[in-house]
């Protein structure tokens, strides 16, 4: 079965304190790997899409990494309004039908 | 561009009812998903349309359809409403799998 796990569930950083976030996966033949930040209340927003080991994707403070089992969420000096729940999704063939398989995400939280 | 809009945002019904929740995708995308999100399960895919067939499906039960328009408009129906159904739906819309973009979500309430 496609499974999607992120670690850690919660993570408190102080202001400029680099960190990352950890999403591994099982899925019989990745088609991408997705990265959105969740504000409450509010939908996904769509940050990065990668597709094989090895690529890396940046914006602003946000990097993004690629391996065979996990991709990492680097967030380099942290400021209070990156603080969202992030979430990692692969898209996955199950029966013949695709579909994004989520993880239940991480909640950031950066303190001035 | 505009976004992804989601009506109504905030539904409550009661038990055995049934939903109807509406999608309008960002211009020129032919693709729509819905996804239900809970606090205990998480974004869990219902089913995605292209073109006004749908071509994917998720993992749900035959209470939960839905159907998409000429204009890439996409309603979803939920009949005989149980409490469990009580979520925060959310539609995407992408021209393929690449970069979904979601809209705002509507709450349903269910009592």
Same mark, same amino acid.
């Given at each position: 079965?496609?499974?999607?796990?992120?670690?850690?569930? %919660?993570?408190?950083?102080? #202001?400029? @304190?680099?960190?990352?976030?950890?999403?591994?996966?099982?899925? +019989?033949? *990745?088609?991408?790997?997705?990265?959105?930040?969740?504000?409450?209340g509010k939908g996904?927003?769509?940050?990065?899409?990668?597709?094989? %080991?090895?690529?890396?994707? #940046?914006? @602003?403070?946000?990097?993004?990494?690629?391996?065979?089992?996990? +991709?990492? *969420?680097?967030?380099?000096?942290?400021?209070?309004?990156?603080?969202?729940?992030?979430?990692?999704?692969?898209?996955?063939?199950?029966?013949?039908?695709?579909?994004?398989?989520?993880?239940?995400?991480?909640?950031?939280?950066?303190?001035? | 561009?505009?976004?992804?809009?989601q009506?109504p945002r905030y539904l409550i019904k009661?038990?055995?009812?049934?939903?109807?929740l509406?999608?309008?995708?960002?211009?020129?995308?032919?693709?729509?998903?819905?996804?239900?999100q809970t606090?205990?399960?998480?974004?869990?895919?219902?089913?995605?349309?292209?073109?006004?067939?749908?071509?994917?499906?998720?993992?749900?039960?035959?209470?939960?359809?839905?159907?998409?328009?000429?204009?890439?408009?996409?309603?979803?129906?939920?009949?005989?409403?149980?409490?469990?159904?009580s979520a925060l739906y959310l539609?995407?819309?992408?021209?393929?799998?690449?970069?979904?973009?979601?809209?705002p979500g509507t709450r349903l309430t269910v009592?």
């Amino acid at each position: 079965e496609d499974q999607v796990t992120q670690s850690p569930e %919660a993570l408190r950083l102080q #202001e400029g @304190e680099s960190s990352s976030l950890n999403c591994s996966y099982t899925v +019989s033949g *990745l088609r991408g790997l997705f990265w959105y930040r969740q504000d409450p209340g509010k939908g996904p927003e769509f940050l990065f899409t990668l597709y094989s %080991a090895g690529e890396e994707k #940046e914006k @602003e403070r946000l990097k993004a990494t690629l391996t065979k089992k996990e +991709s990492f *969420l680097h967030i380099t000096a942290p400021k209070p309004e990156d603080s969202a729940t992030y979430l990692c999704a692969v898209q996955a063939t199950q029966g013949g039908s695709e579909k994004l398989v989520f993880g239940k995400g991480t909640k950031l939280t950066v303190n001035p | 561009k505009a976004g992804v809009t989601q009506t109504p945002r905030y539904l409550i019904k009661t038990r055995g009812q049934q939903v109807t929740l509406s999608c309008s995708p960002i211009s020129g995308h032919r693709s729509v998903s819905w996804y239900q999100q809970t606090p205990g399960q998480g974004l869990q895919f219902l089913f995605e349309y292209f073109s006004e067939t749908q071509r994917n499906k998720g993992n749900f039960p035959g209470r939960f359809s839905g159907r998409q328009f000429s204009n890439s408009r996409s309603e979803m129906n939920v009949s005989t409403l149980e409490l469990g159904d009580s979520a925060l739906y959310l539609c995407a819309s992408s021209l393929d799998w690449t970069g979904q973009f979601f809209g705002p979500g509507t709450r349903l309430t269910v009592l």
